[in-house]
């Protein structure tokens, strides 16, 4: 028996190991299977080399687990006592004190250092031993045998075929290991796709009432997973088999895109578009990343796109460098190639599905929409492919490429500075009315519902010349494409200022929403009364719930425009009904407003080109004395006039219909509506 020392002390080596290297204790199964899959698949090269001529036999790796220990076996290429003593001893260990001065503050630098795989075993083991037998011909079978400390045994031992069998004596605070439960998990997670069988056991079946176990291995590994053959040699059906095994609780996938590339990098795998709608990242890290069928990470932001991270699926490439925890590292050139091929390819799949079948894209793009829109709103060189296909989708649900849009309404929807004019809406049933009369002008109005529609709206303002969007409820219907300057009969002053005054007083009190009132003539057949939102100030709140540094908007209340249309014989019987209930009050009252008013103007006109200085005292205090009155006088007709509103049923109804009409019209007010319409048919 040999006994020696690797050169390094525990309080030195084990912590690294444990700081830098491994973060999840869970690794080391991956670490420690993946290398037995190593020294059989190099078997296997020889034998195909003709350099190993025995027999291969029957290669499947083995785990097993008992109270104790941990047992990963193989039937590869095993070890010499010497191959022990340069591959686990030497190698990883040489010059210790160099090795962990140069190492200890950079991990990712530890690269290429064959032999800390192994090492990885002392995360959750207290000892670990090595029963090793090469294929070389009279070698002998060895034991090698380290507790966590410097020192290690080497040992003759028994072992009549070739191969390795690693022995973990788990410690005691991972006695979680030593669950067969969570070795599954771990083996289902890492070693799903290895390209050798590996077995977990023996497969259990239903036997007098109990599980017993069979003869048959429980092979937990697919070793031929689809992305390692030829699309020519797939059906759609594996595509979707192999999709419902990874998701099997997802909906059906929409297509998918198989990745197949070897130069100027080695790249394959299967992209899955899935269904989805809304909650982006609820669906991220859905990508797993393999490197030669080893499990690396779901988290795979740097090698896919951004807006890609959305999908489902494997990729799997040797190119991307790890470091010896198997993490990539994102900065490497070859990742950024990587990104941009998945990117065009991504891109020309779907140009390809939408030149080839417009139909099926079509009934497919509500739910490949929040994709593309990610892609175009993150990336330019996606935005550049992506608009020849990207679709609008109107309220006749009808599809529109933006250059096919563009031609359908340009003669109808162009302004008078020679704008194109994008109408739309984001819910088709709140919003009908408003859908309808932009209808009826002959105006096609898009549906745009998505989540990230508007971030679209103002990037494609951007992007598409002299093209401006608005929401078809943002103004009335004759002021959403001003074709030319307004014209026509407008009320007198007075009269906009009692309408305005009737209906303004009536106006529910709700937390953070400010309504102005104005006056229109928007014709006989228009709606009485019209509710609007500014586009500018609706947008930037919607953009605020969606983008944290634009919450300032978030907090400012919601500003609407009623607007009264002074042409309707409702509107005009409110205003005769009020100036006629109302004259023996107001006739006085308004006489004194048209005196005051005169008067203020003339002490205006007296004070134009003087300095303050110049004014007389006196005409200064006249001014303040007439302005104090206009306004206790303003103020005195605006009284009478909101007690006549108050008990007027037509304009507590038209408002009612507005706020209705708008959803807006809730709880007790509601309530006070239904009761007053009964009361009105009655």
Not at 615 to 630: N, R, Y
Request: charge should be negative.
């Amino acid at each position: 028996m040999q006994k020696g020392n690797i050169g390094v002390t525990t309080e030195n080596i084990f912590p690294i190991i444990k700081k830098f290297l491994y973060s999840d204790h869970e690794i080391f199964l991956r670490e420690l299977v993946s290398n037995a899959v190593d020294a059989t698949q190099k078997l296997k090269t020889l034998a195909s080399k003709g350099e190993f001529k025995g027999e291969l036999g029957d290669l499947t790796i083995q785990v097993k687990v008992d109270k104790e220990t941990i047992t990963i076996s193989d039937h590869g290429l095993g070890l010499t006592a010497e191959e022990i003593d340069k591959y686990i001893n030497q190698i990883a260990f040489s010059g210790a004190n160099d090795f962990l001065a140069k190492y200890k503050d950079d991990a990712n630098a530890i690269i290429g250092h064959f032999g800390l795989g192994f090492y990885s075993a002392f995360m959750v083991a207290k000892k670990v031993e090595i029963v090793t037998k090469s294929y070389r011909e009279d070698a002998k079978a060895v034991k090698w045998t380290c507790d966590g400390s410097p020192e290690f045994t080497l040992e003759d031992a028994e072992r009549a075929d070739r191969g390795t069998d690693i022995i973990l004596y788990v410690d005691d605070d991972c006695k979680e290991f030593l669950e067969e439960s969570r070795i599954q998990a771990l083996l289902n997670k890492y070693c799903r796709f290895l390209a050798v069988p590996v077995a977990f056991g023996k497969k259990k079946e239903w036997k007098d009432g109990k599980q017993v176990e069979t003869d048959e291995w429980n092979v937990v590994n697919d070793t031929c997973p689809i992305w390692t053959k030829k699309p020519s040699e797939l059906k759609d059906e594996d595509y979707k088999k192999f999709y419902r095994d990874l998701y099997p609780m997802s909906d059906e996938p929409l297509f998918w895109i198989h990745l197949n590339v070897d130069y100027p990098f080695n790249l394959t795998g299967v992209l899955y578009f899935p269904k989805i709608k809304s909650n982006i990242d609820l669906q991220k890290n859905k990508i797993q990343l393999y490197c030669n069928q080893v499990y690396v990470t779901d988290s795979v932001e740097g090698i896919v796109p951004d807006f890609l991270t959305l999908l489902h699926g494997v990729i799997d490439s040797p190119d991307i460098p790890l470091n010896v925890s198997r993490s990539y590292l994102q900065s490497d050139s070859n990742v950024k190639k990587i990104s941009t091929y998945i990117t065009k390819k991504v891109a020309d799949r779907l140009q390809s599905i939408f030149k080839n079948d417009r139909q099926e894209f079509e009934s497919k793009w509500d739910d490949l929409k929040i994709f593309i829109n990610y892609g175009m709103l993150t990336q330019e060189d996606f935005y550049e492919k992506a608009n020849k296909f990207a679709l609008f989708k109107d309220t006749d649900s009808k599809y529109y490429t933006f250059e096919e849009y563009q031609t359908l309404i340009k003669d109808n929807q162009t302004d008078k500075d020679g704008n194109l004019i994008y109408l739309y809406a984001n819910n088709a049933d709140e919003q009908y009315t408003y859908i309808d009369a932009a209808k009826n002008k002959g105006y096609n109005v898009l549906l745009m519902d998505g989540q990230l529609d508007v971030p679209m709206i103002n990037m494609l303002e951007q992007k598409l010349e002299k093209s401006r969007f608005t929401r078809v409820d943002s103004d009335i219907i004759d002021r959403l494409i001003v074709k030319e300057d307004a014209h026509g009969e407008e009320l007198a002053e007075d009269k906009r200022q009692t309408l305005s005054t009737l209906f303004s007083g009536q106006l529910p009190k709700v937390q953070k929403v400010e309504f102005h009132v104005e006056t229109r003539a928007m014709g006989e057949t228009s709606a009485p009364i019209v509710i609007t939102q500014a586009e500018y100030m609706r947008r930037m709140k919607d953009m605020a719930s969606i983008q944290p540094g634009m919450s300032f908007y978030g907090e400012m209340p919601d500003m609407y425009s009623l607007v009264l249309n002074s042409d309707h014989k409702l509107v005009k019987q409110v205003l005769e009904d009020a100036e006629s209930a109302c004259a023996e009050q107001l006739v006085p009252v308004e006489s004194e407003i048209a005196m005051l008013t005169l008067r203020q103007k003339e002490l205006q006109k007296a004070h134009e080109g003087k300095k303050d200085e110049e004014i007389p005292v006196a005409e200064k205090d006249e001014l303040k004395d007439v302005e104090k009155k206009l306004d206790d006088q303003k103020q005195q007709k605006n009284n009478v006039l909101n007690t006549y509103a108050a008990g007027n049923k037509v304009v507590h109804q038209l408002i009612d219909l507005a706020l209705l009409q708008n959803n807006m019209l809730k709880g007790e007010a509601l309530t006070n509506f239904v009761k007053r319409s009964i009361d009105l048919i009655g």
